[in-house]
């Protein structure tokens, strides 16, 4: 169901959406263009890449539109984001999404898995992606041996890449010299930032309200000022005080967002 705020606002879409890629995601922060090198580096040497950024940085949004702009078939996208699990269930998630019924026991499960990515590479040609999302919950066993699961054909082959994905707790668990042997596989890291400036901050608020189909300034500079402020450069907090600034205003009858609708809405969010 449309919402009735982007009738007044002659909105073609919602600003914002969780689903934004392509032109409609915002690639202009410093962070997005290193992600996007390291990214194009795993396409082309599979390897094994960090991602870390603090809550509603917008970290999966990132990746998610990198993998969404892939060649299919050529490259097969496997996401996995239920990790607060046991050591095996990841495996078995992995499985499930490669077609395979998981077999009970580590080595078999592992065996296969195996002989499944060699049939994708070596027979189909396909390029394999896996995508650990919420990588901080994964489990000490998981970290600990993964490596090993990454090693082919005596540590002579990369077959795939994997993204762990996660908040930068990640990163202090990695450093234990338990999980040397995959922390040095490591071939890309990278940590996004929130939008701390306010030039950036600017860029991001129109890019999303131009892909939103706005037409001239619906936000006065001061409201603007407010919701910089109370977003901490955050996108998701940005996307999410933005829209709830305009169904305000626009069950005001107005069609513009000044400072007493942002400020409505910065006073409600504060007490959730």
């Not at 930068?168 to 010299?177: G, N, V, W, Y």
């Not at 407010?226 to 069609?255: D, N, V, Y």
């Amino acid at each position: 169901m449309t919402a009735t705020y982007r009738q007044r606002f002659e909105l073609v879409s919602t600003p914002f959406p969780k689903d934004a890629h392509g032109k409609t995601f915002f690639c202009g922060r410093d962070g997005y263009d290193r992600l996007a090198r390291a990214f194009q580096m795993l396409r082309e040497e599979p390897g094994l890449g960090l991602l870390t950024a603090d809550p509603g940085v917008g970290k999966t949004a990132a990746i998610r539109n990198l993998t969404q702009a892939l060649p299919r078939p050529q490259y097969r996208v496997v996401y996995v984001c239920d990790t607060s699990i046991g050591p095996l269930d990841a495996y078995r998630a992995l499985a499930l999404e490669l077609g395979l019924e998981p077999a009970f026991r580590r080595a078999a499960l592992w065996r296969q898995l195996k002989d499944r990515i060699l049939q994708m590479v070596d027979e189909r040609a396909e390029h394999p992606i896996l995508v650990i999302d919420e990588a901080q919950h994964l489990p000490d066993r998981f970290l600990a041996d993964f490596s090993g699961f990454l090693n082919f054909a005596f540590d002579s082959r990369d077959l795939f890449t994997t993204w762990l994905v996660g908040q930068p707790q990640i990163r202090a668990r990695l450093r234990k010299q338990h999980y040397a042997a995959l922390r040095t596989r490591i071939v890309a890291s990278v940590h996004l930032e929130p939008l701390s400036s306010r030039e950036d901050f600017a860029a991001f608020l129109e890019h999303g309200l131009e892909a939103a189909g706005v037409k001239g300034s619906i936000v006065s500079d001061s409201a603007r000022e407010l919701l910089f402020r109370a977003s901490g450069g955050l996108p998701r907090e940005i996307g999410k005080l933005l829209r709830k600034a305009l169904r305000r205003a626009s069950e005001a009858q107005q069609s513009f967002i000044d400072d007493e609708v942002m400020e409505a809405v910065v006073a409600e969010e504060e007490e959730i």
